[in-house]
């Protein structure tokens, strides 16, 4: 069983950065592909980026290309969201996700172990 933290979310105004932090606790996260998705007020969650277990693999929403930025140090259990040029519609709740198959993929139902949430929001 994985546990994951999220930790990070915050006022920012637009333009600016923010980094997300995902922790994992109860097993190493060396083996699994990692994701971020997000659930902005009364909409339905959505994929932000992923990576795979090595690493070497990762994916982004089209939207957020050249933005935000995924990675990870399993030395530290933790996998990070760098994000930069915040825009107000960056504003959601942000999950951090784990996957047994290692991949990165964009389907949240591929995703076991879902951390709380922390909150983004961008103000003008």
């Known amino acids: 069983q994985v546990q994951l933290v999220e930790s990070g979310g915050g006022l920012v105004q637009a333009g600016g950065s923010l980094r997300l932090s995902c922790a994992a606790s109860?097993?190493?996260?060396?083996?699994?592909?990692m994701a971020w998705f997000r659930q902005p007020p009364e909409k339905e969650r959505e994929f932000v980026s992923a990576?795979?277990?090595?690493?070497?693999?990762?994916r982004y929403a089209d939207s957020l290309k050249g933005r935000f930025t995924i990675s990870r140090d399993d030395a530290k259990n933790t996998v990070y969201l760098q994000m930069n040029s915040l825009k107000l519609e960056d504003t959601a709740v942000y999950y951090c996700?784990?996957?047994?198959?290692?991949?990165?993929?964009?389907?949240?139902?591929?995703?076991?172990?879902w951390g709380q949430g922390t909150q983004v929001t961008v103000s003008s």
């Open positions: 109860g097993r190493t996260l060396h083996s699994y592909g």
């Open positions: 996700a784990a996957t047994h198959f290692g991949g990165i993929s964009a389907f949240d139902s591929e995703y076991a172990y």
């Open positions: 990576i795979s277990w090595s690493g070497g693999g990762t």
